[in-house]
C-alpha cells in the first residue's frame, strides 16, 4: 500500500510562509499527478494545486501568484510553498497522489492524513 506522510503545516500570522511536505513511500511503479487539496470547516474539500509527472502546474484562482507545487521525482515528493498567506487559507491540507503500485494495476489515487494550517488575522 501507497503510504503519504506529510509535514510542514502549523500556525502562522497572516502575510507569513509555510511549506508542506508529503513523501509517498511503500510499494510505488509509477507516480503521475501530485497535488494538494484543502477543506475548511464547513466546506467542501477543493484542489489548491497539482502538478503533472511532466512538470506541468495547475492552481486555484484563490492561490495563484501567493503558493508554488513542485516535485522532487527522485525522492517521491511534492512540495507546496505558501506565501502571503491569508485567514480564509486556513484549512486542513491534503497531499493527493496518482500511482500505479505494480505495471500490471490500474493507478489508483492515494491521500496523506492531513495537516492542519491556521492562518492568524
Known sequence: QVQLVESGGGLVQAGGSLRLSCTASRIIFSINSMGWY???PGKQRELVAIIG???STNYAD???GRFTISRDNAKNTVYLQMNSLKPE???VYYCNVR???AWFENESDYWGQGTQVTVSS
Open 53 to 55: 509527472s511532466g512538470g
Open 62 to 64: 484563490s492561490v495563484k
Open 89 to 91: 487559507d486556513t484549512a
Open 38 to 40: 484543502r477543506q475548511a
Open 99 to 101: 500511482a500505479r503500485r
